[in-house]
């Protein structure tokens, strides 16, 4: 049987804080947020690019986690509506941990910022499809890493696809 995942039916920094940093505007005009000290390292080199994401047809299905171990991987939506984010912390021995995976449903209004280390699936967006700008470093050639895990199925909280 597939294991389920109930989507977080919405995302905040608090919550989030484990995998990496929400991007979001400042509360104040004329204000500025910074992410820089997340993104960086050495030997890497800034590499940045948009994707476009075809819409994901509920229910979602998860089988496959990455995991960028040397740099931070940053996606901000171009014109997106909503888009599903799943994190999972690691183990002690690297592999991911499913038994602590989490979805987030995310206004296509904030980004999201994924911490070095943290697996995560690609990003699935639903109503329609999207588009992102990608930010990321890269030069570590061992700074790809992928798995595939058993399906997750993802599911509101009341357990309806």
């Known amino acids: 049987m597939m294991q389920s995942v109930a989507i977080q039916p919405s995302i905040s920094h608090d919550r989030f804080a484990a995998y990496g940093a929400i991007i979001d505007r400042p509360a104040q005009f004329g204000e500025r947020a910074f992410y820089s000290h997340w993104l960086g390292g050495e030997n ?27 740099a931070a991987q940053c996606f901000v ?6 888009y599903l984010v799943t994190v999972a912390p690691s183990k002690a021995d690297g592999s991911p941990d499913l038994e602590q995976v989490e979805t987030f449903l995310v206004p296509g209004t904030v980004g999201v910022l994924y911490a070095p280390g943290i697996w995560h699936a690609g990003i699935s967006v ?11 470093w890269r030069g570590a050639d061992d700074d790809d890493v992928f798995t595939d895990i058993s399906p997750l199925q993802l599911v509101t909280e009341e357990g309806q696809a």
């Open 44 to 70: 890497l080199a800034a590499v940045f690019h948009v994707n476009n994401v075809p819409m994901t047809t509920m229910p979602a299905v998860v089988d496959r986690l990455e995991r960028h171990p040397h």
């Open 126 to 136: 639903i109503d329609r499809a999207g588009a992102f700008a990608v930010l990321m």
């Open 77 to 82: 939506p171009l014109d997106v509506s909503r």
